[in-house]
């Protein structure tokens, strides 16, 4: 299972797709859309993604704020969640001023579309792929809508069923992509490290036949090691330029250096995985001689006597006859003197 994103080919083998997650966390301006976007380089993402969304289209004016939008940006009688929203609209203009300095930059644009009028624009501005919110895994008629569009799909799964996961990459495929992700993912922010339950990944891999991964709202650092090592394909987190800026996700997001070290523990990671097949390593050579064991001389053995067990000992070094053939050496005889200590080799016994 694999596919492409831009350049970046994604599946088992190849290095995880680190996505760094800006979101809304630009509160609306383009320079610090534009900072974020170097951060994202400079911490070593593939890819940098924000948010496409029309608020009209994806909420009504008297949605409630949950809890955590409360905490952060105060409550609905401060600011609507409907007017929240509108600060954190990126125009058309403002895409494209940002794709433009990704691709000066050299990192992969991304965004989330949280409706059909958005994912058209992104369309039109020729993402290479479409992120899903959680938000949206049950949405299914917004799911056929992209998946028509024929490019690779990661969808997020926090707060959902295994049932409505099944059914977000069945509408999926029945609208024939198949280049489809699961993302194991917690719907609280910051979320609980004992909610993580890495073990999804294993779950969705087996059940949904399809590249798995992990969009990350835990503040811990063993998330990136532990999703790296159980085979997580793509990996996504929250960042900012400054957690106190003024904004609903910048209390959750990574600063700039906690991107960079949650990055680069998944590329040491990858590097500690390294490859399933077991073989000597060049660095391992002078020690599998001088470290392991051969068949030695216990005592002075004579020319031409037949050798008994108790004759010989296992020591180090190891470049002689090794123990596991200590059974063609007893009964044979020697064709020479073996003094006590020598390493046997089988030059120094009759074969016969």
Known sequence: MKF???????????PVFFIAEAGVN?????????????????????AVKFQTFKTENIITKTAPKSTYHIETTGSDEDQSWFDL???????????????????????????????????????????????????DTSNIPL???????????????????????????????????NAVAMLQCTGNYPAKLTDTNLRVLQTYREQLQCIVGYSDH??????????????????????TVDRDLPGPDHRMSLNPEELKETIQVIRNTETALGNPQKQVLEGEKE???????????????????????EMLALKRPGHGIQPIDINKVVGKKTIKEI?????LLFDMINDK
């Open 85 to 135: 929203l509108k600060t954190q609209e990126m125009s058309k203009e403002m895409h494209i001023e940002m794709i433009e300095h990704c691709k000066s930059v050299g990192i992969i644009f991304l965004s989330t579309p949280y409706d059909e009028e958005s994912a058209d624009l992104l369309e039109s501005l020729d993402v290479p792929a479409f992120k899903i919110a959680s938000t």
């Open 218 to 239: 835990t503040p811990d650092l063993i998330n990136p090691i532990a999703a790296t090592a159980m085979g997580a394909n793509i990996y996504e987190k929250h960042f």
């Open 287 to 309: 020690n599998r001689i001088k470290l392991r064991k051969s068949v030695v001389a216990n005592l002075n053995i004579k020319k031409g006597e037949t050798i008994e067990l």
């Open 143 to 177: 799911l056929r809508y992209i998946a028509k569009k024929g490019r690779p799909m990661i969808i997020s799964s926090a707060m959902a069923t295994m049932e409505e996961v099944e059914n977000a990459v069945a509408a999926v495929r029945e609208e024939g992509l």
């Open 4 to 14: 492409k994103i831009a350049d970046n080919i994604i599946g088992d083998g190849y």
């Open 26 to 46: 630009h509160n609306g301006s383009i320079e610090l859309g534009r900072k974020l976007i170097e951060i994202a380089k400079e911490a070593g993402a593939d």
């Open 339 to 343: 003094p006590d200590g020598t390493v």
